[in-house]
């Protein structure tokens, strides 16, 4: 079963949490303490006051203020109660990819992968891993990449930032190399708020393969406001 969020205040949801309509039959959408008899419980809240009332709990499980403040506010734009606009999906196919990089190994969990990922870009750019990779396909494009899911994206995974690559016989020390399978993608434009479109991705109902998904960051991505990300996520 396929888990189910909360799509006012991103709450991992149950039956015994589902909203209530009017008729008391379940909404899955969203959870009893945002919504029941068929109304938001809180009608005239903003998403800025949600995330205020959300701090204590995030807190509760042991997540610092702030990283709780930037998970929220990268995310819960993208559920169902805030959401503006719905992004630009499409369907692609790919041949078989080969990816070299350097890798983390973390966790959604408690917003640890927020911390994890960061250090990692920065470590990427400070050092110039980039200009290690040789034979890239294509040097303008990078990417993020998810791969070996322990339980799709409730357990462990791997994140590696690097280039596709022609071939693997010059992989730099203390980097790794994944191959993905020749695949089918549907890929979501991300503006801006990456956490955003990720959370589009996990409340929607793509049936994906977790074979492994990553994000492009080209030519329409320049760290500005209205860049463009291209997360290709592998499905059925």
């Not at 917003?111 to 050092?127: H, Q, V």
């Amino acid at each position: 079963m396929e888990q189910k969020y909360c799509q006012s205040c991103g709450m991992p949801m149950n039956e015994e949490v589902y909203g209530t309509e009017i008729n008391n039959e379940k909404n899955k959408e969203y959870c009893i303490y945002c919504y029941e008899n068929g109304a938001f419980t809180q009608p005239d809240l903003t998403m800025e006051q949600m995330i205020d009332a959300c701090m204590p709990f995030m807190k509760d499980k042991g997540m610092d203020e702030n990283e709780a403040r930037n998970l929220m506010k990268n995310c819960l734009p993208a559920l169902k109660r805030w959401r503006k606009e719905e992004p630009k999906t499409r369907i692609t196919e790919k041949n078989k990819m080969i990816i070299v990089g350097k890798e983390i190994r973390t966790t959604n969990k408690d917003g640890e992968c927020i911390k994890a990922i960061s250090e990692l870009w920065k470590e990427f750019s400070d050092k110039k891993f980039g200009d290690e990779i040789l034979n890239k396909t294509n040097p303008d494009e990078i990417l993020g990449l998810y791969c070996d899911y322990e339980n799709k994206e409730f357990g462990l995974y791997s994140f590696i930032i690097g280039y596709e690559v022609s071939d693997i016989n010059s992989i730099p020390q203390d980097m790794t190399y994944k191959i993905l399978p020749s695949s089918k993608y549907c890929i979501v434009t991300a503006k801006d708020k990456i956490g955003a479109a990720w959370s589009y991705i996990w409340n929607s109902n793509l049936q994906r393969t977790y074979s492994g998904d990553f994000e492009l960051y080209g030519k329409k991505y320049d760290g500005i406001e209205n860049s463009e990300v291209d997360i290709y996520v592998a499905v059925k």
